[in-house]
């Protein structure tokens, strides 16, 4: 797992430790209160339909496209936030703690709540009073859910259609600056859940139309700390059966003094994310980092790139390592490769660097780079020597959506953490391999597939990158070379993130001081890529 160099936590998963007693306690409790406190909760919920779609029948699109007002507002507002609070209170939480004063519509048109731990964290419009949200346009069409969102008259996006995003971004502009007009807006400027232990990165859509903002902080303090939900570890399920398994949920809402933004942060909202995201970190006692949920993947920003937090290739070599194959490193290359020169060559650690390093010269050249190198699992099953077809499923599963992957992403970014080759050699390789027009010269989707080869992961916006590339000459192999090495961001790929020893003494067998380091220390600054630190 990736970390820098403070150690910062990983936000992105979360399990819950319970001790014995703690697991007898919920156990009992959860048996007697998790199916009561759902039945009553499914109840309220259901009770919420009806009344949410009554608020805008009878009206037409264009009526619907404005604010609500008069008895539809008053009426229908209470009884929906009354049931709401029914349903939290059902399943535990009791009471909410409020600190601080909500600020006025016309002080602060936005709210921004953070940190965002999971779906729980709706009970903060109970306490807010309803705030409109911005929600995916998908929920829509859930039952329930949808009858609610058009309740709220909430923004909806797609995420997958550029116009919806650009129309969900005027509205949302529209209404802060309304002078009053639209009720507040009650946004999660991380995007998605994390574990609470760090802020990641604050997307700039609050903070676009450069009003006032009040920041709201979410604390939970019970112990163990059932609610949050993530990327890794503990289900939607499992948060939902913790937290209804006790007597009752602490929950602290704090309400700080409203941000006004200067006139620098509103002429740049990612400046004005930025400066609120480090104001919540710090009344929260938490880093504040560049991470963010990219695709399926947790990624530290690095200037335009993505570097994953666990990145693939760590996970495969610790899959490697644990089920066994014909070959601890995995630098091969299919092309022209048959399994019987691939076996032919196999190797253990005990090899001499040497040895090792002549194994994967033979392997990469004898590629060419203009056949197909997307393998299935079955396929890859049997050029890694596995058990058993399920361990490459799983390989499979780190780079790509389905049960195949392009060899030379495993070729590349497995080498590149490994030590086993120099990554001037291993540059040299990827350049060859991604030069799509051969012609010595790299364009933007070159690079795009070269260090998402490198990394592991894909690269979707390269263009800063590129643009650093190309200011240095002609984008040549020599120049991108220059660039690792010496550019203040894109040398952190190297120092922080890939094994980069044999680049920064001038050592190019790619082993630290020249000599065998069997548990490969110098990786991820300390973390080997065999195993995982726990935060």
């Known amino acids: ?80 936030l ?33 940190p965002h731990s999971g779906f729980l964290d709706m009970l903060v419009l109970c306490a807010t009073g309803l705030p409109s949200v911005v929600s995916r346009s998908e929920n829509s069409k859930l039952p329930v859910i949808g009858a609610l969102l058009e309740f709220n008259q909430s923004v909806l996006v797609s995420r997958k259609d550029p116009e919806s995003r650009k129309k969900c971004v005027s509205q949302i502009c529209e209404r802060v600056t309304s002078d009053g007009r639209w009720p507040q807006m009650l946004m999660f400027p991380e995007g998605t859940t994390t574990n609470g232990r760090a802020l990641i990165k604050f997307k700039p859509g609050a903070f676009l139309a450069g009003v006032p903002v009040q920041p709201v902080l979410l604390h939970y303090p019970s112990d163990p700390d059932t609610v949050r939900w993530t990327w890794k570890g503990l289900s939607w399920l499992g948060a939902l059966w913790h ?13 700080l003094p409203v941000y006004t933004p200067s006139q620098q942060e509103k002429e740049n909202p990612d400046l004005y994310a930025e400066n609120l995201q480090k104001l919540m970190a710090k009344a929260l006692g938490v880093p504040a980092t560049d991470y ?50 691939f076996v032919s060559h196999s190797f253990i650690r005990s090899f001499t660097n040497a040895r090792v390093e002549t194994v994967m010269n033979d392997m990469i050249d004898s590629c060419h780079s203009g056949q197909s190198t997307t393998v299935t699992a079955d396929h890859l099953t049997s050029l890694l020597g596995l058990t058993d077809r399920t361990t490459a499923v799983k390989i499979c599963s780190f780079y790509s959506k389905d049960d195949t992957v392009d060899m030379r992403q495993v070729c590349l970014s497995v080498s590149a953490v490994s030590g086993f080759r120099s990554l ?6 990827a350049f060859t391999w991604y030069d799509t027009d051969q ?12 260090m998402g080869a490198l990394v592991g992961i894909p690269q979707y916006a390269i263009e800063e990158m590129y643009s650093a590339l190309t200011s240095r000459g002609r984008p040549t192999e020599a120049s991108l070379q220059d660039l690792l090495r010496t550019h203040p961001v894109y040398q952190k790929v ?9 680049l920064a003494d001038g050592n190019h067998n790619g082993i630290p001081n020249g000599k065998a380091n069997g548990n490969n220390n110098g990786i991820y600054n300390g973390y080997g890529a065999t195993g995982r630190k726990s935060d």
Request: aromatic content about 8%; proline content about 5%.
């Open 1 to 80: 797992m990736l970390k820098g160099k403070g150690q910062t936590p990983h936000p992105f998963v979360h399990e819950v430790t319970l001790t014995a007693a703690q697991r007898v306690q919920g156990t009992i409790l959860g048996v007697v209160l998790f199916p009561i406190r759902i039945t009553l909760a499914t109840l309220f919920f259901l009770l919420m339909w009806p009344i949410a779609r009554l608020r805008l029948a009878g009206l037409s699109e264009a009526e619907r496209a404005e604010p609500v007002q008069g008895w539809r507002r008053w009426l229908f507002h209470h009884i929906i």
């Open 494 to 502: 190297l120092t922080e993130y890939l094994h980069s020893s044999g």
């Open 82 to 114: 009354f049931l709401s609070r029914a349903v939290f209170f059902t399943v535990g939480f009791l009471w909410i703690k409020v600190k601080g004063r909500q600020a006025g519509l016309k002080e602060a048109p936005v709210l921004a709540v953070a």
């Open 424 to 429: 001037e050699s291993l540059i040299h390789t």
């Open 439 to 450: 012609d010595g010269l790299l364009n933007a989707d070159d690079l795009s597939g070269l």
């Open 243 to 255: 937290t209804t398994s006790q007597i009752y949920t602490s929950v602290t809402v704090e309400f």
């Open 292 to 341: 963010v949920m990219e695709g399926r993947f947790p990624v530290k920003k690095l200037g335009n790139l993505s570097l994953p937090l666990e990145p693939p290739a760590q996970e495969t070599l610790k899959l490697l390592h644990k089920h066994g194959c014909v070959c601890v490193c995995v630098c091969v290359c299919v092309c022209s490769v048959s399994l019987h020169s």
